[in-house]
């Protein structure tokens, strides 16, 4: 690998790393399995460690993922959340224990052994022994408080058994139990509603609303194992502290075990893979710590993770089973997506018949056919998957699989014209079929039931099932046709056949037809998410929303034409460059004449960037720019926005105006008199201002408030602005004349 090479894979992964972080944290809805998140995480974090020149302190592998969302109070904890580092293999986990006996210099330790619960990281503070707060993991340094929500958890005492420290923080894992999720997942196929994929993001999803009581349907548990800060002390060691925790009242892990030396440790997890499919929780792994706090302050931590403590994750379950056929599925974007239909197997709690391969690559590669016997696995979070097949137990004539052929050359759905497209792959780029008609059923079904998920307009109610049949009927050919489907019609809607009707009822219909009305008022950003523009993703689509007045002036944005213009600018340059080695200039004449317009184009890019592309970020580029315009210059675009004007639906964006805030960088530190963090948030991005996470020499002003700690410094040390919220305030003043 060479060094540009190395660079640009490291590059990859980041923004690769860094969007499955962002699923997993924020929206608790990952697309790839833990496994296969961690193998991408150790490929980034190896070869930062054989390309030390490209490491950076933003990196993924350098930082907890962040679970932070709107809504929430944030709050700081006293003691630092970390992560842990984990692992696959008893190579590595020998080698953990060997560094310790380097670190510590003794060969005698003690560890313990836990489950490692597959839910949602909390720190809970108990003051003089009654329960006060609780807090996400967050950034590490600071979390958003759910106390209200945490508080709707039965099996957590609300104040501690005994003689309790003055100040406690308990760390632990907020979880759904398996029955939980099952009766959750019950409740929603009998509404037609889609199911949940697993319950770590169920979990995760409903300790994020914003209504307790909602919160408090969904049977939330926890389980304590940790320490954070604490005054006075209580333990002196992680069995100490867990008999502790027990006599205090609060739920602890089903088992421990205390051993001494990494065999016995590699035994006690052996004995952990066998009981924990018993468990009330999800266990995807073990925590193997020492046992002793005096060692552990010792070993000390990294940024992210302690030294004296390491996950080993159990690999998911797999199972053998037969290859019985390959169907093709036809999704919102129209690409065909090949699913296996497998003889039914138990496998994680659940029959599979069906599992992905991915794409038509990745059959090829893997050298699956139709008749193999295969492995599939299921992570636990996402769809099963085809990992691998037995050729040695080939059907004789078993072919390799062609897609096309398979399809007879034209989409399996609406038999419209199929076209080979560049996609967006893992690792890189990759080729797939996409049925080019954008009025095919699968896709309408397909777009329907993303118009309604809860990121986009969230009109609970219409899932898979549901959009299937209101696309069947025609009655919705663009989701937003679904405002024309009278409550009647949908309250009679025959979900099942004609010998076994479903009727959808007039209560689920009653519920779609109010949710349809909330979503009107929602803003442009969640609606240009809602309509499947092609690229827009929901950070763009918040960009587009935050920069638009509403669909009228995205369609014919000046600001998007401008992208364009500037790298059509950009483009100039470099193929004109005067010292360009491709498209050498013929003579000196030419070679100034190339100069001369350099510098005017240089000028104009400067123009468009400090100008009326101020402040946007590069989401918003010219892949984005040219899809967006073509998109609502196109038929189907203009379709929907014809419709939409019919319906007297206008969302509106949330413009930024611009003024004095516009190009500076706000970080915040501390708690402000009056302001919470997020409404000065809110207000400095109204502002057209920025805010960051860390300080730096690009950092205009650091706002600080009571109790600011290790930015303010830095802030000192590097000469830039300190504010207070009055100064802060009065700037706003200035702005708003
Ligand atoms: S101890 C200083 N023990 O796994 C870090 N963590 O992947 C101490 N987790 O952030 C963490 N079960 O949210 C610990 N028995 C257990 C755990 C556990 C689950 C979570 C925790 C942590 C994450 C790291």
């Known amino acids: 690998m060479s060094p540009a090479q190395a660079s640009k894979r490291i590059a990859e992964l980041r923004s690769e790393v860094a969007a499955h972080d962002e699923r997993y944290y924020r929206r608790a809805a990952p697309e790839i399995s833990d496994f296969e998140y961690d193998v991408l995480k150790a490929e980034l974090a190896d070869l930062e460690k054989r390309w030390p020149q490209f490491a950076a302190a933003d990196s993924p592998t350098q930082r907890v993922g962040d679970d932070r969302v709107q809504g929430f109070r944030e709050v700081e904890h006293r003691q630092k959340m970390l992560s842990l580092d984990n692992t696959y293999n008893e190579a590595e986990l020998r080698g953990f224990h060997a560094r310790l006996v380097r670190l510590l210099d003794t060969e005698d330790l003690r560890y313990t052994v836990e489950p490692k619960i597959d839910g949602l990281a909390v720190s ?24 209200a929500n945490v508080l709707t958890i039965h099996s957590l005492p609300k104040s501690l058994r005994g003689p309790a420290p003055r100040v406690v923080e308990i760390r632990g894992e907020i979880y759904l139990t398996v029955a939980e999720f099952d009766r959750i997942n019950a409740e929603r196929a009998a509404a037609g509603e889609e199911l949940y994929a697993n319950p770590r993001n169920v979990a995760a999803g409903t300790i994020k609303l914003l209504d307790p009581a909602e919160v408090a349907r969904r049977k939330l548990d926890i389980v304590l194992y940790g320490l954070g800060y604490c005054e006075p002390e209580v333990a002196s060691s992680q069995t100490d502290l867990h008999e502790r925790l027990e006599a205090w009242g609060l739920p602890v892990v089903e088992k421990l075990w205390a051993v001494r030396g990494i065999d016995a440790a590699w035994a006690a997890i052996g004995e952990l893979d066998e009981r924990r499919r018993t468990f009330a929780y999800g266990t995807d792994g073990a925590v193997v710590k020492l046992d ?16 004296w403590a390491i996950a080993y994750k159990y690999k998911p379950d797999t199972a053998r089973t037969r290859l019985k056929a390959i169907t093709i599925q036809v999704g919102k974007t129209g690409i065909l997506s090949p699913v296996a239909e497998l003889e039914p197997v138990f496998l994680s709690l659940s029959t599979i018949s069906r599992a992905t391969l991915h794409n038509e690559e990745e059959i090829r590669r893997k050298d699956i056919r139709i008749g193999d016997l295969v492995e599939i696995e299921r992570a636990g979070e996402v769809i099963p998957a085809v990992l691998r097949s037995f050729s040695e137990e080939r059907p004789p004539g078993a072919e390799p699989f062609d897609l096309v052929k398979a399809v007879g050359g034209s989409c399996p759905v609406c038999h419209g014209r199929i076209a080979r497209v560049e996609v967006a792959a893992e690792g890189g780029e990759g080729v797939a079929w996409k049925c080019q008609n954008y ?30 049949k209101l696309v069947e009927l025609d009655l919705v050919r663009d989701p937003p046709d679904l405002y024309d489907v009278p409550l009647a019609t949908l309250a009679t809607l025959n979900l099942g056949t004609a010998e076994e009707p479903r009727i959808f009822g007039e209560k689920n219909a009653t519920k779609i037809v109010a949710a349809r009305e909330v979503a009107r008022t929602l803003p442009l950003e969640r609606w240009v998410y809602a309509l499947s523009v092609p690229e827009v993703g929901e950070t763009t689509a918040r960009e587009l929303g935050r920069r638009h007045r509403n669909f009228a002036a995205l369609a014919d944005s000046p600001l998007l034409h401008a992208v364009l213009k500037r790298a059509e600018l950009e483009d100039e340059k470099d193929r004109e460059s005067p010292n360009s080695k491709k498209n050498p200039p013929k003579d000196d004449a030419e070679r100034e004449r190339r100069k001369s317009r350099r510098t005017a184009i240089d000028a104009e890019i400067a123009q468009l960037t400090e100008g009326i592309l101020a402040g946007v970020p590069s989401e918003v580029g010219p892949a984005v720019a040219g899809s967006v315009l073509d998109f609502f210059a196109s038929e189907p675009g203009r379709r929907l926005l014809a419709k939409l004007a019919v319906l007297g639906i206008d969302p509106a964006g949330t413009v930024l105006a611009a003024g004095v805030f516009t190009g500076k960088t706000f970080v915040l530190t501390g708690t402000l008199p009056a302001l919470k963090r997020e409404e000065a948030e809110a207000k400095i991005l109204a502002a057209g201002g920025k805010v960051s996470g860390s300080v730096s020499k690009k950092t205009s002003y650091v706002l600080a408030g009571a109790e600011a700690g290790s930015k303010l410094e830095k802030a000192q040390a590097l000469g830039v602005a300190v504010i207070d919220e009055a100064e802060f305030v009065s700037l706003l003043g200035t702005e708003k004349k």
Request: proline share 1%; net charge positive; with cysteine.
């Open 439 to 468: 009025d095919c059923a699968a896709q309408r079904v397909g777009r329907l039931v993303f118009f309604c998920s809860r990121r986009a307009l969230a009109i609970d109610g219409v899932g898979d099932i549901v959009s299937a």
């Open 124 to 147: 809970l503070t108990y003051e003089q022994g009654r329960f006060v707060r609780a807090v996400t993991r967050g950034r590490g340094d600071r979390g958003d408080d759910i106390t």
């Open 292 to 307: 002793a706090f005096e060692q552990q302050r010792n070993a000390g931590a990294t940024d992210k993770a302690p030294r």
